[in-house]
């Protein structure tokens, strides 16, 4: 069992960056990546970043490269997920995932663990 606690959400204007924190505890041992997922009221959990737990090569999606940077911890068990230049698209729920197996892939349903979630709200 792996738990994961998301931290730091919140509102920001647009424009603005907000950090969010996931810290994993547990059986973290063989974690083979971590990763971001956003979810709208409606909608699946839709990928946003994700890093190889051992090479902390990152992968994103295309809303978030160039915006968004994911990195990790590897000593204190946290992955991080710095937020710039935010817009109203960014809004929602933030999931931090686990996943035991590669390659890292973009589907919500190849992750094994996930946490409660932190919001984001980006006002324009």
């Not at 809004?91 to 390659?103: K, N």
């Amino acid at each position: 069992q792996v738990d994961l606690v998301e931290s730091g959400g919140g509102t920001v204007q647009a424009g603005g960056s907000l950090r969010l924190s996931c810290a994993a505890s547990g059986r973290t041992v063989g974690t083979s990546a971590m990763a971001w997922f956003r979810q709208v009221v409606g909608h699946e959990r839709e990928f946003v970043a994700a890093i190889n737990w051992r090479t902390g090569s990152p992968t994103y999606s295309h809303s978030a490269e160039d915006r968004f940077t994911i990195s990790k911890d590897n000593a204190k068990n946290l992955v991080n997920l710095q937020m710039n230049l935010l817009n109203d698209e960014d809004t929602g729920v933030y999931y931090c995932a686990a996943s035991f197996s590669l390659p890292i892939t973009a589907s919500p349903h190849a992750m094994d663990y996930w946490g409660q979630g932190t919001l984001v709200t980006v006002s324009s």
